[in-house]
């Protein structure tokens, strides 16, 4: 059994915490771990009526490069899922969703993160912009089906909660290919 010894915060951010947990083993041994604690996250997959998946391109500093991704945003303290998503996708790529289904969840990095993402299909979407949140510089972006898909299987799409959201995402999706 695993056993939380003591427990302390050693970082305290804007979007996220770190706090330190000493764990005793089920060997007996006892090691230190590093936890980031987060609020949770969704990510849409957005469908529009010509059958266009949206993203938005990011610069992401972290990882040093621009990043194609699907719209996504972090879950404000007691903020039900559904709610950030719906706020999320009209501040990411300036569109209302009249329909959100929930895909699926998934923990992002549950190796060192609490952080719990909830995938939404949105459609139905129509304009109804809000203003990004002030650090986000985003580039909106709709491509076919078949053209995400070419870029997932090249290794172009490098962002994880995009390729697990797209492959939620995948029995929704009708590739003109398959069609």
């Known amino acids: 059994m695993f056993t939380v010894e003591r427990s302390e915060k050693v970082f305290q951010g804007r979007v996220f915490d770190v706090r330190r947990d000493w764990v005793r083993l089920p060997n007996g041994r006892t090691t230190a771990l590093d936890i980031i604690t987060h609020h949770g996250a969704v990510t849409l997959v957005p469908l529009d009526e010509q059958g266009r998946l949206w993203f938005v391109q990011q610069y992401r500093h972290a990882a040093g490069t621009t990043l194609l991704e699907f719209p996504a945003g972090t879950l404000e303290p007691n903020e039900a899922p559904e709610a950030c998503a719906a706020r999320e996708i009209r501040e990411e790529i300036g569109m209302a969703a009249e329909n959100l289904q929930l895909l699926g969840t998934f923990y992002l ?12 299909l949105a459609t139905g ?15 909106p972006v709709a491509l076919p089906i ?26 929704y999706l009708k590739p003109e290919k398959s069609a």
């Open 125 to 139: 979407l129509s304009p109804a912009p809000l203003p990004p949140d002030a650090d986000e510089i985003l580039e």
């Open 109 to 120: 990095a549950p190796g060192y993160s609490t952080e719990y993402m909830h995938v939404y």
């Open 146 to 171: 078949d053209e995400v898909l070419n870029l997932a299987h090249a290794g172009q799409l490098q962002d994880a909660k995009t390729l697990a959201a797209l492959m939620l995402a995948l029995p």
